[in-house]
């Protein structure tokens, strides 16, 4: 495509792709970058290239590692969580806010990227009921019984 962005598919694009996104960074800068394809074209290498649809589950399996350590550096960090008024120290909420949100998406991304170590485990709840089958010791002489005389038969 004379002019416009790079659409063929090449190794080098394909790992200067996944290498960006192990490192963290979304498919959407990526794709903002100069000499990158755009996302149509990385969507379409996906659904034409096994090749690079398994280098690229790969990186996704890695950007949800990068995103642990995203998660706890978020969490740790605490400074901005107090701000100084004219009033003196008051609690920044907004930044909290900001940070559990921030932390929020990451997992909600991770859970997508790597549902089976990272997803929400499933509950299997029963909701029928359960019955208790009570025997008592006539019926167990009676099936004793039948069982002797189906022996016996065989003889």
């Avoid at 590692?65 to 605490?78: H, K, L, Q, R, V």
């Avoid at 907004?94 to 990272?118: F, G, H, I, N």
Wanted: aromatic share 10%; charged share 35%.
């Amino acid at each position: 495509m004379a002019g416009g962005r790079p659409s063929d598919y090449t190794i080098w694009k394909d790992r200067a792709i996944c290498m960006r996104l192990s490192s963290g960074e979304s498919l959407r800068s990526i794709c903002k970058r100069k000499y990158y394809p755009s996302r149509f074209a990385v969507i379409r290498w996906l659904q034409a290239n096994e090749v690079f649809r398994n280098h690229y589950a790969q990186a996704r399996e890695m950007q949800a590692e990068y995103f642990i350590d995203d998660i706890i550096e978020i969490a740790d960090n605490s400074d901005n969580d107090e701000i100084e008024t004219e009033h003196g120290t008051k609690f920044n909420s907004e930044y909290v806010q900001r940070s559990r949100l921030r932390v929020d998406t990451r997992k909600w991304a991770m859970e997508r990227m790597a549902p089976k170590r990272y997803g929400a485990k499933q509950e299997i709840e029963h909701s029928g009921h359960m019955h208790q089958i009570q025997h008592n010791a006539e019926d167990y002489k009676k099936a004793q019984e039948a069982l002797k005389s189906d022996f016996n038969d065989l003889d």
